[in-house]
């Protein structure tokens, strides 16, 4: 099993977002605890140590630290915004 931390950054980014897709996009980080790499998962193409993973109209960045069990959420936005 995995832990989870997100940053301050995308805590803020969370916030913002309206309440039926904050709890949703909540379930897809929370199912990161047990697979890390879910069948969706993409690597991005410009680092090869974050993924996204997608829930509706918006994008969870990440990334896996493998030895140590742990998956930093880094970013957390609309599709439109997040890879600025």
Do not use: C, W
């Amino acid at each position: 099993m995995y832990q989870v931390h997100i940053s301050a950054k995308a805590k803020k980014q969370l916030s913002k977002i309206e309440v039926i897709a904050r709890h949703k996009i909540a379930r897809k980080i929370d199912a990161l605890i047990a697979n890390p790499r879910p069948k969706d998962v993409k690597k991005l193409s410009t680092s090869d140590d974050f993924y996204r993973i997608r829930e509706g109209d918006y994008r969870i960045i990440y990334s896996i630290q493998d030895q140590l069990l742990i998956v930093l959420v880094i970013k957390i936005g609309h599709r439109r915004d997040i890879y600025r």
